[in-house]
């Protein structure tokens, strides 16, 4: 059988345990065993932990902008690259470098799309430094912030925090710092947007707030 075939049908039928589970009662999140303080003051934080390497987290991406387009405004939304694993870490000060120059909400998108579609190698600083001129970012700018403190620093905090939230596969998302989900605790895509407004709705009754 044609590898990508094959390749295919079994995530067909990962989606269809996924949901076949969440069908069967299976909860759609769990608490997180050490609650973590949130950043957002009085709004309720949403977080995604990610990786650009990570094709269920490009898949997710359209679903999550879709989403974070209608968020209430108590609610703040943010991501954490991950870095588990050394190899994850050029990929999180991609992240923080482009965060660096304001170029988030531009490229943060293509940047999934070159690595999952185009196949560019961004853990190839060359690689990496050419693409960014071909989409208009000055190189000598971002090479600055590349080797910044602060997106060093940053790097190494995303370390700390992928370990204080114990996370260990990607995408997750974690609600106020207390509660965990992801596709495959809520069955899909559109199961876990619905199970990311139930933890909102809950964290809101928990902080005593009305939306």
């Given at each position: 059988?044609?590898?990508?075939k094959?390749l295919?049908l079994?995530g067909?039928?990962?989606a269809l345990?996924?949901?076949?589970?969440?069908a069967?009662?299976k909860?759609s999140y769990?608490?997180l065993?050490n609650?973590?303080?949130?950043?957002?003051?009085e709004?309720?934080?949403?977080?995604?932990?990610?990786?650009y390497?990570?094709?269920?987290?490009?898949?997710l991406e359209?679903?999550?902008?879709?989403?974070?387009?209608?968020?209430?405004?108590?609610?703040?939304f943010r991501?954490i690259p991950a870095v588990?694993?050394?190899?994850?870490?050029?990929?999180a000060r991609?992240y923080?470098?482009?965060?660096?120059?304001?170029?988030l909400?531009r490229?943060?998108g293509e940047v999934?799309?070159?690595?999952h579609?185009?196949?560019?190698?961004f853990?190839?600083?060359?690689i990496?430094l050419?693409?960014m001129?071909?989409?208009?970012?000055d190189r000598?700018?971002?090479?600055e912030a590349?080797k910044?403190f602060?997106?060093?620093?940053?790097t190494?905090?995303a370390v700390?925090?992928?370990?204080?939230?114990d996370?260990?596969?990607?995408?997750?998302?974690?609600?106020d710092g207390?509660?965990?989900?992801?596709v495959s605790?809520?069955?899909s895509?559109?199961?876990l947007?619905?199970?990311l407004?139930?933890?909102?709705?809950?964290?809101r009754?928990?902080?005593g707030k009305?939306k």
């Amino acid at each position: 059988m044609h590898l990508k075939k094959w390749l295919g049908l079994i995530g067909l039928s990962l989606a269809l345990a996924a949901g076949t589970a969440a069908a069967q009662g299976k909860p759609s999140y769990k608490p997180l065993a050490n609650p973590q303080a949130v950043e957002s003051g009085e709004k309720i934080e949403v977080v995604e932990f990610f990786w650009y390497g990570c094709s269920h987290c490009f898949d997710l991406e359209p679903f999550l902008k879709k989403w974070t387009a209608k968020l209430p405004k108590d609610v703040e939304f943010r991501r954490i690259p991950a870095v588990p694993t050394e190899r994850w870490m050029p990929n999180a000060r991609t992240y923080y470098t482009l965060e660096a120059l304001g170029l988030l909400d531009r490229l943060h998108g293509e940047v999934f799309d070159a690595v999952h579609i185009d196949r560019v190698n961004f853990n190839d600083e060359k690689i990496q430094l050419e693409w960014m001129a071909k989409k208009g970012v000055d190189r000598a700018k971002f090479n600055e912030a590349w080797k910044s403190f602060s997106v060093q620093s940053k790097t190494k905090r995303a370390v700390l925090l992928t370990q204080s939230f114990d996370i260990t596969g990607v995408p997750t998302l974690v609600v106020d710092g207390k509660y965990v989900t992801s596709v495959s605790m809520a069955g899909s895509p559109e199961g876990l947007m619905k199970t990311l407004d139930e933890l909102i709705a809950k964290a809101r009754a928990e902080r005593g707030k009305k939306k």
